[in-house]
């Protein structure tokens, strides 16, 4: 099944940046799908981007678009998340997931333990 | 994007009971490609990452308890728990991928009466 770490999580002010990291273990980290998910405080998930394994294919949800960029480093088993022009509604706990099978599908059946970012001033 | 909506949001249940956990989707969830539901539930337990519990709607991942079944086609879903133990105690949610934006239902706590 395999591991996810995320790091990089901190404070940050309105309109400014920061970026994420997921380090993979265990499994053939090119081969899958990795995403992000999203869990504001108290609320429920959010899918927020994806990017293929096959391809490098990205995908965004509207509220990031534009601002989010995904990509993966294979050589070092590590996903990103460049994160510009925050604002408080990014406030969340953000979760590195993964697809079960190296064919695309859309479930994820290994999460990291999240890593929180807060935008406050 | 295909709304998630799910029922009720709070949930008590006796320990021993059955628990039944309602998914409805805007838009059918049946893909024409393999004739599965893109449909999937997750059980979060407080500080923890969601885990997930069952995919095609029916089909339990590992390593899960077969007292959790997932059922429904189309737009509408149900997740049981035949027999509450006090462990199963968290938040539940579904979630449909069958296209992107992929999107969660609000989520249903489930408590022990």
């Known amino acids: 099944e395999g591991q996810l770490v995320e790091s990089g999580g901190g404070l940050v002010q309105p309109g400014g940046s920061l970026r994420l990291s997921c380090a993979a273990s265990?499994?053939?980290?090119?081969?899958?799908?990795i995403t992000w998910v999203r869990q504001a405080p108290g609320k429920g998930l959010e899918w927020v981007s994806g990017i293929s394994g096959s391809d490098g294919a990205t995908y965004y949800a509207d509220s990031v678009k534009g601002r989010f960029t995904i990509s993966r480093d294979n050589s070092k088993n590590t996903l990103f998340l460049q994160m510009n022009s925050l604002r408080a509604e990014d406030t969340a706990v953000y979760y590195c997931v993964k697809d079960p099978t190296t064919v695309t599908t859309g479930f994820f059946d290994c999460w990291g333990q999240g890593t929180l970012v807060t935008v406050s001033s | 994007d295909i709304v998630m909506t799910q029922s009720p949001d709070s949930l008590a249940v006796s320990l021993g009971e059955r628990a039944t956990i309602n998914c409805k989707s805007s838009?059918?969830?049946?893909?024409?490609?393999?004739?599965?539901?893109?449909l999937a539930w997750y059980q979060q337990k407080p500080g923890q990452p969601p885990k997930l519990l069952i995919y095609w709607a029916s089909t339990r991942a590992s390593g899960v308890p077969d007292r959790f079944s997932g059922s429904g086609s189309g737009t509408d879903f149900t997740l049981t728990i035949s027999s509450l133990q006090a462990e199963d105690v968290a938040v539940y949610y579904c979630q449909h991928y069958y296209s992107n934006p992929i999107t969660f239902g609000q989520g249903t706590r489930l408590e022990i009466k």
């Open positions: 265990g499994f053939t980290f090119s081969s899958y799908a």
């Open positions: 838009q059918s969830v049946l893909h024409s490609s393999n004739e599965k539901n893109r």
